[in-house]
T-cell receptor, first 114, second 117 residues
């Protein structure tokens, strides 16, 4: 079956702009988590959505937001971009979000803020 | 708070050598899961293994083996007879329950493995 699809793969944005990233989970999976990966901070949890509801949120400013649609596809939005938002954004798909079933990651979206 | 430490930042080995990647974790949870992921240059995290805190049985899968020791909070990963294709960044991760049915992964900083032909 198809894996986790993240679009776009690469993005270049200007400071102050906003950006929307998309993640389509594995068919049948209802949980989508987002992670930010930077050289300095490593991989950090952003938030998790399950059945269109945000269940958990990491320690990120309110400029980072997300949503999940009825087909389980998820988007994350970053407003008023800062240089420090340059990162690889990864989403993880899980059937229920429980660790019992594990997580499948997409290839990520590499965001560069200039 | 949960924490995962991968003390080895970078390791270089010559092809066919064995290599062990170390992982030490901290958690107050009694039930938790540990993971190893591989990240090739393409960027995606490739799942390698998952272990729950009640399963200390070590496992060998092909050239990979894992050593989980709860007494020392360690979950080490060994590649036997390394190959150039094993070159990647390897992440150890700990899953903890965050409430409301949600879990999140806490990752170590990763170990970059370079296998030299």
């Amino acid at each position: 079956k198809a894996g986790v699809t993240q679009t776009p793969r690469y993005l270049i944005k200007t400071r102050g702009q906003q950006v929307t990233l998309s993640c389509s989970p594995i068919s049948g999976h209802r949980s989508v988590s987002w992670y930010q990966q930077t050289p300095g901070q490593g991989l950090q949890f952003l938030f998790e959505y399950f059945s269109e509801t945000q269940r958990n949120k990491g320690n990120f400013p309110g400029r980072f937001s997300g949503r999940q649609f009825s087909n389980s596809r998820s988007e994350m939005n970053v407003s008023t971009l800062e240089l420090g938002d340059s990162a690889l954004y990864l989403c993880a798909s899980s059937s229920t979000g429980s660790s019992i079933y594990g997580y499948t990651f997409g290839s990520g979206t590499r965001l560069t803020v200039v | 708070a949960q924490k995962v430490t991968q003390a080895q930042t970078e390791i270089s080995v010559v092809e066919k050598e064995d290599v062990t990647l170390d992982c030490v974790y901290e958690t107050r949870d009694t039930t938790y899961y540990l993971f190893w992921y591989k990240q090739p240059p393409s960027g995606e995290l490739v799942f390698l293994i998952r272990r729950n805190s009640f399963d200390e049985q070590n496992e060998i899968s092909g050239r990979y083996s894992w050593n989980f020791q709860k007494s020392t909070s360690s979950f080490n990963f060994t590649i036997t007879a390394s190959q150039v294709v094993d070159s990647a960044v390897y992440f150890c991760a700990l899953s903890g329950y965050s409430g409301a049915g949600s879990y999140q992964l806490t990752f170590g900083k990763g170990t970059k493995l370079s296998v030299i032909p």
